[in-house]
């Protein structure tokens, strides 16, 4: 199968919150999330990592909009699961290679981590599929990370119609 | 924008890795993944949280076939870049609900956390966008987790042909 890259996409408009030491069982990723929904917040990135010693963090992106109703209510569920804090970063930026075919082609999630660290730029969260690489980093490297990734790949010029 | 449920997918080929306490700062990713590319070893899912500490865990699938070179090589880029441990799950399985617009329907994720939840089954690993809501749970569960969204969501019979 090809490797696709279709375009590069960024979004600045979002916080993220992370609920640390929720408790890793079933019914955990419900209780938080169905507030949320009810509050009609728009959750769009939600990732969470594997467990150790029973807890884990969860992590999810809102617009800047709705981050204080949404930490409000993030709050009051970490303490009643009595996970042990709600951190916020309200200064980040989501930076998206598009494609398809990339499960299959290892060396385009590596190149894209590569191009990142040679310009210096951290990356806070990482979530990937076949047909995405979503990287979080800091709002301010937002427009760089853009840059070099174009340079990189030279993707078509569909990016401003592609959501990140 | 309507949300749109296209499918439910489904993978039981794979197994994760996860690099516990890598240092959080840039090139560590690229480390982490450019050796995996030379060794031909094709990575679907990466998932990385936001750190704590300077230190944060990255967590990456691979086809089973391929799980003890990804762990000989995860092995050696831990210990070289100090993170704690190698941690392997081959008993896993990804269930996607694939779809469109959930961003604006933060409803949607959390009832495929509400139907898991329900059916006992636990959510391990967690990675979502507007298009695709992932959840990694154990190999064992896999079937029953498609069942139950089946059972919620009700889409078209096209599951066979979406990629987890
Ligand atoms: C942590 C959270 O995902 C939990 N494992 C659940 O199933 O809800
Ligand atoms: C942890 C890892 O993602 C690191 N922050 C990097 O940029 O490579």
Redesign the pocket.
Known sequence: EQAVISGIAHDTSEAKLTIRG?????????QLFEPMATADINVDMIV?NT?TDGT?D?SFTVPKSTLDQARTIASEIANSMRARSVDVDSSIGKVSLVGAGMKSHPGVAAAVFRVLADASINIGMISTSTIRISCVVAEADTDRAVQVLHERFEPPNVSEEVGA
């Open positions: 929720v408790p890793d069982f079933p019914g955990i990723a419900a969470q467990s884990t969860i």
